[in-house]
């Protein structure tokens, strides 16, 4: 097994104090979805993996009822994610890989659902407020799974600077970073989010969790053959180096993003001089690049604590409310 390096997180975990209202009501969804089927998910499984205590740690500051939406949103691109894994990348089956991303495309753009993932996603939409911008990115995201089971079915481990650019697809940059400006009252200027810094911003957002997973996820996946998208395995090919050495580089590019952020929320001050912002359109921006600190200090807290990407036996869930472990000496819920 590989050795994962602690990580110093410059930002604040904070809990919200709706933790618990949003993991009940995140379980009786995927209970009603049929999540709790057992491929992939066992209902131990499930509580071990906390999937309902992200949302309040990577949203602190939302209402509840935002926090009920994110969090089902959330829990939904789990679900399709392991059962991805388990249904169609171990296996190597494209054919089915293609058909279930097919369906839910079509639940997507209106279609009746007939399974969890797509009963999921036909509730969500339901129950959303989703505009051209948000399909586009669902349907990215979607693409990227089936990126991922190409290559894998191939034999192929990709190039790490196209890696990079896919991992942010399917882990929802994105949508994360929208979900957070929504969440933060932070309504900025279409020509501001689409200047490079802000880009940048996103992107280096994005690429934090994306990189991190690839990390936690090796044992469970890359090391048995689930999948050969895998950072750790890109740059192991790449740099012709060993696993944990390739490890260690992975660690140290999540640490580059993280002070590239900072880097960027130095800049955001002369970049609302630079587009004249008013106002209440810097406030907007101030508090999005908070909300982006708490979300990135709640990914981390969670990915440590999660029993997401650990084997046999399944872990008990442990409390946020006392961190330990990995790089949590930089991290405080409070």
Request: charged share 25%.
């Amino acid at each position: 097994m590989v050795e994962i390096p602690s990580f110093d997180m410059p930002f604040a975990a904070r809990l919200s104090p709706h933790v618990d209202r949003v993991r009940q009501h995140t379980k009786t969804w995927v209970r009603d979805m049929g999540m709790l089927g057992g491929v992939p998910w066992t209902e131990a499984f499930y509580d071990a993996a906390d999937y309902g205590g992200f949302a309040p740690l990577a949203f602190p500051t939302a209402s509840f009822d935002e926090l009920k939406n994110i969090s089902l949103w959330g829990t939904w691109g789990f679900y399709v994610d392991d059962m991805f894994l388990e249904g169609f990348l171990r296996p190597r089956t494209v054919a089915g890989g293609k058909a279930f991303v097919a369906r839910l495309k079509d639940v997507l753009a209106g279609s009746a659902p007939t399974t969890p993932a797509e009963r999921g996603l036909a509730d969500l939409v339901a129950q959303s407020t989703m505009d051209d911008e948000d399909r586009t990115n669902i349907t990215e995201y979607l693409d990227a799974l089936l990126w991922e089971l190409h290559n894998t079915a191939q034999g192929r481990v990709p190039d790490p600077i196209d890696l990079v650019e896919m991992r942010r697809r399917t882990a929802m940059a994105d949508i994360s970073a929208k979900q957070v400006r929504r969440t933060a009252r932070a309504e900025l200027p279409a020509e501001l989010l689409r200047n490079s810094t802000m880009r940048a911003l996103v992107d280096s957002f994005g690429d934090v969790p994306a990189l991190r997973q690839d990390l936690h996820n090796f044992d469970r996946i890359a090391a048995t053959g689930g999948s050969t998208v895998s950072a750790v395995l890109a740059v192991q090919q790449f740099f012709e180096c060993e696993t944990q050495k390739a490890v260690d580089v992975v660690a140290d590019l999540i640490a580059a993003r993280l002070r590239q952020i900072g880097s960027i929320f130095a800049e955001l001050p002369s970049l609302a001089i630079e587009y004249d912002l008013g106002t209440e359109a810097r406030a907007g921006l101030s508090r999005y690049a908070e909300a982006l600190r708490s979300w990135l200090a709640g990914e981390l807290l969670w990915t440590q604590r999660t029993g997401r990407y650990r084997f046999s036996p399944v872990p008990t869930r442990k409390s946020f409310h006392s961190p330990s472990g990995l790089g949590t000496a930089a991290v405080s819920v409070r």
